[in-house]
């Protein structure tokens, strides 16, 4: 049972475009949510991330968007760069207690 | 800047051959995972430690992996014998605390059983 569900599997934007990857979660005990990025030969690293007391976090062009209710989040990248190609997971946990389960993934690709 | 270490880097094995991967996590990080990130995937956890004992290994395939961190430092992940279908990126990575905040991974060691 897959815990975290993310889409799109991949996407391709325009560079300067805004990108938007979506995560849904089934579990209400859940309360950390982060994004990794991960490069090609790399391991993933931690981009941003939240908790469920605030509705936005905002880091840098890094955006997550959270709706408790609906039990899903996003990250959004602002003025996108061919830099920002990579992939990128959604994760969460519930903290002291559960390790972090992983989305599947999302391959970015932006194009000058 | 610190970092977590693993070795091999790469490793190509033919299948019911014994293979083992190396981690030396950040040090004073007492929690260690083991992650197997299949082509295509999101990583999966394997075995979780806290100092030398394990927290979690309800999805390490025992009939043929085991894991160890006998030190309390660093850790070794075994395969015996290999599977074609362990061909995967195994990852690991290491917190301050269990379960809490930001883990930190290694390269990986990408393994290719024939």
């Known amino acids: 049972q897959q815990q975290v569900k993310q889409s799109p599997q991949s996407l391709i934007v325009q560079k300067g475009g805004i990108p938007i990857i979506n995560c849904a979660y089934e579990?209400?005990?859940?309360?950390?949510f982060p994004w990794y990025q991960q490069f090609p030969g790399k391991g993933p690293a931690l981009l941003i991330a939240i908790r469920p007391d605030v509705s936005e976090k905002k880091e840098g062009r890094f955006t997550i968007s959270f709706n408790k209710s609906a039990k899903q989040f996003s990250l959004h990248i602002m003025d996108s760069q061919p830099g920002d190609s990579a992939t990128y997971f959604c994760?969460?946990?519930?903290?002291?207690?559960?390790?972090?389960?992983f989305g599947k993934g999302t391959r970015l690709s932006v194009i000058a | 800047e610190a970092e977590v270490a693993q070795s091999p880097r790469y490793k190509i094995t033919e299948k019911s051959q014994a293979v083992a991967f190396w981690c030396d996590p950040i040090s004073g990080h007492a929690t260690l995972y083991w992650y197997r990130q299949i082509l295509g995937q999101g990583p999966e956890l394997l075995v979780q430690f806290q100092d030398e004992s394990v927290v979690d290994d309800s999805q390490l395939p025992k009939d043929r992996f085991s894991a160890e961190r006998l030190k309390g430092v660093d850790s070794t992940l075994k395969i015996q014998p290999a599977e074609l279908g362990d061909s995967a990126m195994y990852l690991c990575a290491s917190s301050g605390q269990l379960n809490t905040g930001e883990l930190f991974f290694g390269e990986g060691s990408r393994l290719t059983v024939l």
């Open positions: 994760a969460a946990e519930v903290t002291g207690n559960t390790p972090l389960v």
């Open positions: 579990n209400t005990a859940f309360d950390y």
